[in-house]
């Protein structure tokens, strides 16, 4: 690299820093420094002498420039800055007017007349034919933002992108033919992939508007097939719950006598005092066992229906009860007939909701009576037991407290505690 090059690039390099407005944010020393590298990486693959490989680098550091002044024309700006700098340099006049003219053959819709012409507008669009070239085309369509030249949409872009690669730009020198060409064409196939993604994308958007007006059109339909699909679920959840909270009691009643019992039973013969607080306790816990097993049996119905029923549209057949009994043809014959008629599946559906809420109705009445005989039985047997050793001054209390903790040993946590407490 010869001084002056040195000092055009230090010259540079300061000048963008100081004088570049913050808006260009592409053609900034970034890109110059590109240009540059490409510049002379096809001077080093060609037969350029030394004096034109120069020429070359000067005017690859000096092209853009202008843009401390202005967009438009930044190429004589360029051109101009390039004549005052190097004239301060006691560069020849032959130098000075080759940088001019490689600079002035960057205009884009420029014909290159010699071979530093072909050079510098291969090296200035170098990225074309690069990995970074959606990096540098992402921050050139940004500089037009910014700039307010044009605001293009991420689609408009590429299809301006898809353009210029195809259409408006070509490589002049056989280095960029061979090296830089094959890059251009992957570029330029991504481009097209991507935009053949945009527009199927775009496609599905408006099908899906499409039937998104059509159902919108038909939201009487879909507010009510919403309305039975959530009243439905909701009372199907509902008797899940109503199913598990009857199950904990029967567990818990279940493992009281099955447990406690057996430890009590054994103290009765020396401890008399306690039969009668035992038997209300064992009343109470098998009231709740058997009513909690009253809330969770199943009713079974006929499972049959006839042909009547159906065309009567007086059975059904969303619930197994009405059908388990029926053959499969004359099962599917029934259902061919409900699904033909949309009248007939909301009156069953109806029918589904009405029967399930009579079953819940029925669940939780029971289930909070069995909650209430199981809260008044720990009540009443709490009282029962405590009257009962108030009544014994000869009790033992150590006896007691062994027996309580020999039960919470053997019982899991909750229901230890709940009946020690209970002692």
Sequence with gaps: MSKLVEKTEAFVFDLLKNEL????????????????????EIIENSKIDVNDAEILELAALLHDVGYTQTRDGHEVVSAKIARDFLTSENASESLIKSVENCILATQFDAQPQNELEKIIRDADCSHFGKKYFPEASEFLRKEL????????????????????????????????????QSRKEKNLA?????????KTKIKNEELKAKYKAQYKNESPERAIQ???????????????IADTKANILLSVNAIIISVVL?????????????????VIFTLFSVISMVMSIIATRPNVTSGQFTKEDVKNKEVNLTFFGNFHKMGLKEFEWAINEMISDKEYIYKSLT??????????ERKYRL????????????????????????????????DVLNTSTHIQSVLPNGVANTFVAML
Excluded at 149 to 156: D, F, G, K, L, M
Excluded at 262 to 278: E, M, R
């Design 21 to 40: 407005p913050n808006t260009i944010v592409y053609h900034n020393h970034t890109h110059t420094l590109r240009v540059f590298k490409s510049t002379k």
């Design 145 to 180: 933002e910014l700039s307010g030249i044009a605001n293009y949409t991420p689609s408009e872009w590429l299809d301006e992108n898809i353009k210029v690669l195809s259409k408006k730009h070509k490589y002049h020198t056989d280095y960029a033919l061979k090296n830089w």
């Design 190 to 198: 991504k481009l097209i992939k991507t935009k053949k993604k945009q």
């Design 226 to 240: 919403s309305f039975y699909r959530t009243a439905l679920k909701n009372h199907i959840k509902l008797s899940d």
């Design 262 to 278: 057996a430890n009590l039973i054994s103290k009765l013969d020396t401890n008399p005092y306690l039969i009668w607080p035992t």
């Design 351 to 360: 029918k589904d909701l009405y029967f399930l809420g009579l079953v819940l």
């Design 367 to 398: 289930l909070r009576i069995t909650y209430t005989v199981f809260m008044i039985g720990i009540i009443v047997s709490l009282l029962a037991f405590g009257i009962a050793v108030k009544n014994n001054p000869g009790v033992n209390i150590q």
